[in-house]
């Protein structure tokens, strides 16, 4: 029986052209697994409860730094994403002090329309400092986004400040919340809270060790073909586990190698049992009609697994929704925003 192909580059690879990689397995990254009580049910969307802001403190300045660090943001300006799409900024190799966090919050104005309260949350993993901004539940569709972060000059540790400043306005696009049951092998799609179809999939083999990242995961990037490598993961083509192969509408879902995709060659395993390295595959027709209706930032939420492997809360693609609501706010130094 041959196995369903995924695993994968850096985060910065090209989401345009072919790309080789392989499936669903790879480095671990370094965080902690999130807490099972997290990861029950899907977050609804955001309501606008009302909140009052804590106040920012000065953000400290440097001027003349030894050395700046342009900061990385995602999405992009312009961009639709879909409603699990976190504001992410990445200090690339660069630690930020704690103490002055609260000041850097204070840089980064968040306005939505409709209002959205939300808050960031700070992360430091693999030589890199994140903060992510997220609401409570998952972005109402439609919701427009702008983040202001006035960065130019401030300080992030002794000789080294932020370079530029940036402004990126994003959209939300239509509720897209896919959800896998590794048990019986199928995935539910939900459109705007009305499910639209349910696809037999065949997802990671636990008994190989190649099981499906559980929890909720974001859709990273669609890649379109891909070319899936197992020398990737350490595997020879050759060895009965080896593959190398080019596989349509691939959806990325972590930078390890997840993927939903197209997977003709396993086709006698939809619905039956799960076969591949870690990807969720899929008919060919399923595959082009979901990748149709899907954006970055859309939910896939996997579940149902013998041999849970949770996601990755940072550092392998966004984990941000397995953390509660109270988890998240304990990595934020001023706590909830109001979206204004």
């Known amino acids: ?16 052209g072919l790309a080789v990689t392989g499936c669903g397995g790879g480095a671990e990254a370094e ?20 909140v009052s ?31 699990g799409q976190p504001i992410a900024i990445v200090f690339k190799q660069q630690k930020v002090s704690q103490e002055l966090r609260a000041g850097i919050e204070g840089r980064l104005k968040v306005s939505t329309s409709p209002k959205v309260p939300g808050a960031w949350h700070w992360n430091e993993s693999k030589g890199d400092t994140r903060v992510h901004f997220r609401p409570e539940k998952f ?36 509720s ?18 009305r499910t639209l179809r349910t696809i037999a999939i065949s997802g990671g083999d636990e008994g190989k060790g190649f099981g499906t990242r559980e929890g909720i995961k974001t859709i990273l990037g669609k890649e379109g073909r891909v070319v899936m490598d197992s020398l990737s993961i350490g595997i020879p083509r050759n060895h009965p586990d080896g593959f190398y192969g080019s596989y349509d509408y691939s959806m990325r879902e972590t930078i390890s190698g997840e ?63 397995n953390l509660s609501w109270e988890q998240w706010l304990q990595g934020s130094a001023l706590g909830v925003r109001t979206g204004g």
């Open 139 to 174: 972005w109402p569709a439609g919701t427009k986004v702008t983040l202001d972060a006035r960065l130019a000059g401030v300080k992030l540790a002794g000789g080294t400040a932020a370079a530029g400043d940036r402004s990126v306005s994003f959209t939300i696009g239509d």
């Open 31 to 50: 965080e902690r697994p999130a807490k099972s009580s997290a990861r029950g049910s899907a977050p609804a969307p955001s309501s606008a409860a009302p």
């Open 53 to 83: 802001e804590k106040p920012a403190p000065p953000a400290a300045m440097l001027t003349g730094a030894a050395r700046t660090v342009r900061p990385e943001i995602a999405p992009a300006n312009g961009e639709k994403v879909g409603v």
């Open 259 to 321: 993927y939903v995709h197209a997977a003709p060659d396993n086709a006698e395993s939809f619905g039956k049992e799960n076969v591949s390295h870690g990807c969720i595959g899929m008919s060919t027709d399923d595959a082009k009609w979901l990748y149709g209706l899907s954006l970055k930032g859309d939910v896939v939420q996997v579940g149902g697994g013998t041999k849970p492997k949770p996601m990755d809360l940072f550092g392998n693609g966004y984990g941000d929704w």
């Open 176 to 193: 897209m919340v896919n959800t896998v049951d590794l048990k019986t092998h199928k995935m539910t799609v939900v459109r705007n809270g």
């Open 1 to 16: 029986m041959r196995l369903s192909r995924c695993i994968g580059l850096s985060a910065a690879l090209a989401l345009t």
